[in-house]
Structure formats: structure tokens, C-alpha cells
């Protein structure tokens, strides 16, 4: 029962294009939902995050849109470089009505930004 | 300066033989996590910690057993280890709080039970 489902396993993407990595969730008490980035060998490193307030959030190169009735969310990487090749790993946290701030996470989708 | 630390990096051995995985987070958070990373790569929380006290206790077996001297330590020990246990375990460490709960994950220990 995957409550955050990433359901491309890779991505690749020509430098300079942009990069769209997708995410479904099915758990309707998400409402704060977040991106991480990971090296291998090293552990996941937080990109960017956003509240089930926003249907938008910008950082620089990246941006994440959120979809409530759609229950999706996609991260866009603007413009791809190759120190992007990664994988990504999309996360949700419920509502703190819910007494927990428990991080489930997405599968991952490896992106491959191609020189 | 690493920010969330965990030793060993590498840990290779025997099924039935009990080991320890030691974090430790210098950014002044109150909240610390074990994860595991399985061989199909997913992220699963196994235990959190707020200020020492076990708040998120997934369904893992009683042979892993966390513990907390203080709020900057959080480590892991595993008893009887099986073939099945073998996968990378993270770290990550944050501040309990609705909305920003950004955690930051350590390096990741490399366990295989052979």
C-alpha cells in the first residue's frame, strides 16, 4: 500500500533542458509534502518543500506544483545541469491532527542529465 | 563540521551476531530518525525519538532496539542479525513541528549479514 508513489524508475534529460519528476499520493491527510535529493553513497539531501496551502513554491533553478484534487505533485528542474543527476525522492507528511510527523516516502526516480 | 554523523560507514557480518549503529546530529534538533533502505531502494521509517522518548515505533522486530542517551544521539542496535537484515540504514535527525519538517540524514551505514 505505497501512499506516495513515484512511478518512474529514471529520467533522463539533456543539459540545459528542463526536468519534470512526478508524484502521487493517495493519502488524503498529507498536506506538507517535500523533495529530497540523493548522491549515491550518501544519505538524501532536502531540495525544496511545500504546504497544501501553496499550489506553488520556487528555489532557484527548482520549483514544485502541487495538485490537491489531483493528489499529484511534480518537481521542475529549470535549467537541467549534470551535477543534477540524482535520485530524487518525493515525501509527504500528514496533518499534525494526526499526531505524527512521520516522512513517507516516494520510491525514487533517477534522473540523468546528459551532457 | 558534519552536521549528521553515523559509524560505521561499512559493517559486514555474521547471521546471529549482534551490532551497533551510532548517530549522532550537532544541529540542535530535538527529533531523531532510523531509517531503512531496502534492496527495492525504499525509504521506510523504523523509529523516531523526541527528546529521548520513542514516539514512532514502525513494525520492526524486537531484535532492533533503539536507544537514546541524549538529544543528540540516537543508536541502533540489532540482535541476531538475519541475511534480511542486510540493507543501508540512515539517520536523519529534525525539529518536531507542524509544516517545516525538514530532516537532515546522515551518510547511510552499509550493513550485509553474511
Known amino acids: 500500500d505505497q501512499q506516495v508513489k513515484q512511478n518512474s524508475p529514471s529520467l533522463s534529460v539533456q543539459e540545459g533542458r528542463i526536468s519534470i519528476l512526478n508524484c502521487d499520493y493517495t493519502?488524503?491527510?498529507?498536506?506538507?509534502f517535500l523533495w529530497y535529493k540523493k548522491y549515491p553513497a550518501e544519505g538524501p539531501t532536502f531540495l525544496i518543500s511545500?504546504?497544501?496551502?501553496?499550489d506553488k513554491n520556487e528555489d532557484g533553478r527548482f520549483t514544485v506544483f502541487l495538485n490537491k484534487s489531483a493528489k499529484h505533485l511534480s518537481l521542475h528542474i529549470v535549467p537541467s545541469q549534470p551535477g543534477d543527476s540524482a535520485v530524487y525522492f518525493c515525501a509527504a507528511i500528514p496533518y499534525s491532527g494526526a499526531g505524527s510527523y512521520q516522512l513517507t516516502f516516494g520510491k525514487g526516480t533517477k534522473l540523468s542529465v546528459i551532457p | 563540521d558534519t552536521a549528521v554523523s553515523q559509524t560505521p560507514k561499512y559493517l559486514v557480518t555474521q547471521m546471529g551476531n549482534d551490532k551497533s549503529i551510532k548517530c549522532e546530529q550537532n544541529?540542535?534538533?530535538?527529533?531523531m530518525y532510523w531509517y531503512k533502505q531496502d534492496s527495492k531502494k525504499f525509504l521506510k521509517i523504523m523509529f523516531s525519538y523526541n527528546n529521548k522518548e520513542l514516539i514512532i515505533n514502525e513494525t520492526v522486530p524486537n531484535r532492533f532496539s533503539p536507544k537514546s542517551p541524549d538529544k543528540a544521539h540516537l543508536n541502533l542496535h540489532i540482535n541476531s542479525l538475519e541475511l534480511g537484515d542486510s540493507a543501508v540504514y540512515f539517520c536523519a535527525s529534525s525539529y518536531r513541528r507542524q509544516g517545516s519538517n525538514e530532516q537532515f540524514f546522515g551518510p547511510g551505514t552499509r550493513l550485509t549479514v553474511l
Open positions: 511545500i504546504s497544501s496551502i501553496k
Open positions: 544541529l540542535g534538533h530535538d527529533t
Open positions: 493519502n488524503s491527510m498529507f498536506d506538507y
